[in-house]
């Protein structure tokens, strides 16, 4: 038996094909995903349907369902295709089920029309039988292919090289099969049949390059990414004023190197530091779907809905960084997740890293606004003792001074004297050389005392009333730290009250806590201006505000301190009805 | 239990009638008009808007020591009516750090207004940022006056010479 040119090459053409069916299964029975066992089905059927023809050629052996399970195997084929997209990128049922029946529908056609007229020479009826079926299964291949091809922008190389491997290996069949359904002549047919055979046997190599791509052609497609991957570590090295700043810095690189639709970072105290590619919300809604499903606490990493999670172990908590696939970004592939992981493991530690200069950048800032305090609101009580005693040299005001004078300065000296504490309490805080020297005293005793201390402020009359029981309170404490608290609170009391009136400080003592709660009828505090309260230099700026002098250090330090003395410093206002701020201290257990 | 009161008010500051400084006493550099042509003063209006009511009651004592007579404004809102109603002052006193607009916006807003852009006005101001002097002066204000750095007195002297006429 002589072979031609092109009976050489078509039986080549089906043996390649069967091994890459064979390959396509292999590689399927080695992973068992539903993804890969798809794209065995479509290629393993390619091969069924390859492989029928020639050995009915080469054997003789000639039975009409051999014909139906070419024709069937060709159909699933198309379908495997299809599925397969469909795993990628959802389709429809409606999509899916319309295509089953039209793939079925046409092969059953071809397979009755074929039985009931045997022939050499193919009837019309069977011509156009066969061009229906083959454009069926075209259309639910080419679909896919030009979803994939669409799929694979923006993805990263990997997977973009696979995803037009696999769309053009397709393309390439559907031309074959369309070129082939043309009648042709003798001479042009064995020309023909020779060319298609050529692309046929070039698209195996594709096609197996788009579902299993071998190390080094990954290699050789990364070799660029690889550099990109170098500059996004690079970068976190780079200077970033605040973690949040190397965080949103990071992002980008993220979603790029894994080719993710959208990408945050939860920090270790569980809120969100960065987003890329979506907005808060949806970030905050999948964070707590992730921790709804338990998935953070699963393991390492978790490949789950479509998200990739890496736990970052920081030095505040751990938190974690979580990619996400959108619908055009559907798969990661294992080269993405390993190249996450890494730069996850980098990230965490340019994270703790930032932190130092976060510090720095809060110390600056720190200085900043001493000076401002220092420049600003210390001159304000300045100018008017310097005033007074200018007139008194002068003799404006005459020898003996309305007292008022005399306590005006007083206030304004005082004034002073506690912004200056209050800077360098804040100062000896940030440094962390606050030292309590602690103390059994009788907290009435402290209120009494700061009580005494209390001088007015500004021209409009206030009565404060304090209620103090009868039996001591006693605690272990910094005594001038906790008159620093009880003081500071007192002025606040004072100073927000602009229309004078009452202030009430009640002293009492409740389940081993000793309790100053001091009520005003002042301008009170804005719900949400309640969260600033307590913050370094958070003073809430508005209208009834702006006169009041004041470091914004007060309510700062007063929870500070009190928390050093395993207690608290709490608030309850209402706008424009006044406040209540209570201070809680432990009581000191029996002498 | 015991209830404790104590009432913080320090009440209306009122020097005896009739107090006036003595010459030369003052520590400050020489004025450009000495002390003690302070006669001059009576009738003049000057208006002060100052938000800390310690400091414009403190200016308040000295100029109608000085025999002017002083209308308050305790933020720039309140300030801007009472210039633009025309009230007529011979001069203004000018906080800059007031509640709602502050008092480089009530200057543009006077300068701008045809009842009062010819109204002296000196800003006294304890920020002391060049940017802010010169938009201050650049507004035409006579002049920007830090205020801790100088005195009531100081501050009397040279109303003459900044005063309409």
Redesign the interface.
């Known amino acids: 038996m002589v072979l031609t040119v092109a009976q050489v090459l078509s039986y080549s053409v089906s043996a390649a094909f069967v091994l890459l069916g064979l390959v396509a299964v292999v590689v399927w029975l080695r992973s068992r995903d539903a993804r890969r066992g798809y794209l065995a089905l479509a290629l393993g059927m390619l091969g069924v349907a390859a492989v029928i023809g020639p050995l009915q050629t080469l054997t003789g052996y000639h039975e009409p369902w051999l014909t139906w399970v070419t024709l069937a195997a060709f159909q699933l084929s198309g379908f495997g295709l299809l599925m397969f997209r469909h795993t990628l990128i959802p389709l429809s049922r409606w999509a899916l089920a319309l295509a089953a029946v039209t793939l079925a529908g046409t092969a059953a056609l071809v397979a009755y029309l074929g039985t009931a007229a045997p022939a050499t020479t193919p009837s019309t009826e069977q011509s156009i039988a066969a061009l229906l079926l083959i454009i069926a299964w075209s259309v639910c291949v080419a679909e896919p292919a030009f979803r994939l091809l669409r799929a694979s922008f923006g993805r990263p190389v990997v997977q973009r090289r696979r995803l037009r491997a696999l769309s053009v290996g397709y393309l390439g069949i559907i031309l074959i099969l369309l070129v082939s359904a043309i009648p042709q002549s003798g001479a042009v047919s064995s020309s023909v049949s020779v060319a298609t055979s050529l692309v046929a046997l070039f698209m195996v190599p594709v096609l197996y390059a788009g579902f299993s791509p071998p190390a080094w052609l990954r290699g050789v497609w990364r070799a660029r990414e690889e550099e990109d991957f170098r500059d996004a570590v690079n970068d976190l090295l780079l200077y970033a004023r605040t973690r949040a700043e190397l965080a949103e810095r990071a992002l980008p690189w993220v979603v790029r190197l894994v080719g993710a639709d959208f990408a945050f970072i939860i920090d270790g105290d569980g809120a969100i530091l960065a987003v890329h590619g979506t907005t808060m919300e949806i970030a905050g809604e999948q964070a707590a779907r992730l921790e709804g499903q338990g998935l953070l606490r699963r393991g390492p990493e978790v490949a789950a809905s479509g998200a990739l999670i890496f736990p970052m172990p920081l030095e505040r908590g751990t938190g974690y960084l979580a990619a996400f696939a959108g619908p055009f970004t559907p798969i990661f592939g294992a080269e993405e997740t390993s190249r996450l992981r890494l730069y996850a493991a980098s990230l965490t530690a340019a994270l703790d890293r930032a932190q130092i200069s976060e510090r720095l950048l809060a110390l600056e800032d720190a200085k900043t606004r001493f000076l401002k305090i220092a420049?600003?609101e210390l001159?304000?009580p300045?100018?008017?003792v310097?005033?007074?005693l200018?007139?008194m040299?002068?003799?404006?005001?005459?020898a003996g001074a309305?007292p008022?004078?005399i306590?005006?300065m007083l206030?304004?000296v005082d004034q002073m004297s506690s912004m200056l504490t209050q800077m360098l309490e804040t100062s000896r805080m940030e440094d962390q050389r606050t030292d309590l020297r602690e103390e059994r005293f009788d907290l009435r005793e402290a209120v009494?005392e700061v009580?005494e201390e209390?001088?007015?402020?500004?021209?409009?009359?206030?009565?404060?009333?304090?209620?103090?029981?009868?039996v001591p309170i006693e605690v272990v404490a910094d005594k001038e730290r906790v008159a620093l608290i009880l003081s500071n609170i007192v002025d606040n009391a004072?100073k927000y009250s602009p229309r004078?009136g009452r202030v009430a400080i009640n002293v009492a003592s409740s389940n081993g806590t000793a309790i100053v709660a001091v009520q005003d009828e002042g301008i009170g505090i804005a719900e949400e201006d309640m969260d600033q309260l307590f913050t370094r230099f958070g003073r809430i700026a508005n209208?009834?505000t702006?006169?009041v002098?004041g470091t914004g250090l007060g309510l700062y330090l007063a929870r500070e301190l009190a928390r050093m003395h395993h207690g608290d410093v709490e608030a309850e206002s209402e706008l424009g009805a006044g406040s209540v701020f209570t201070l809680q201290l432990p009581l000191a257990g029996p002498a | 239990m015991k209830t404790v009161n104590i009432v913080v008010d320090w009440g209306v500051i009122r020097l005896p009638s009739g107090t006036q400084p003595r010459p030369g006493s003052s520590g400050q550099p020489a004025a450009e008009s000495e002390p003690g042509t302070e006669q001059k003063g009576r009738g003049l209006r000057i208006l002060m808007v100052e938000d800390d009511p310690a400091l414009s009651m403190m200016y308040r004592v000295r100029l109608e020591a000085a025999g002017y007579t002083v209308a308050l404004a305790t933020d720039g809102e309140e300030g801007l009516r009472q210039i633009t109603e025309g009230a007529g002052f011979d001069l203004v006193f000018l906080d800059v750090g007031l509640p709602g607009i502050d008092g480089l916006a009530v200057l543009e807003s006077i300068r701008n207004s045809t009842q009062s852009e010819t109204v002296p006005v000196v800003i006294l101001s304890n920020y002391n940022e060049p940017p802010m002097r010169q938009r201050g002066l650049s507004l035409g204000a006579l002049a920007y006056l830090v205020k801790s750095e100088i005195t009531p007195s100081w501050l009397v002297a040279r109303i003459p010479g900044w005063a309409k006429r």
Do not use: C, F, W
């Open positions: 420049s600003h001159r304000g300045l100018t008017l310097k005033g007074y200018s007139m040299e002068d003799g404006t005001i005459p309305p008022q004078i306590n005006i206030s304004k009494a009580l209390v001088r007015p402020t500004t021209d409009v009359r206030h009565e404060l009333e304090a209620r103090i029981p009868d004072i004078g209208d009834a702006s006169a002098p």
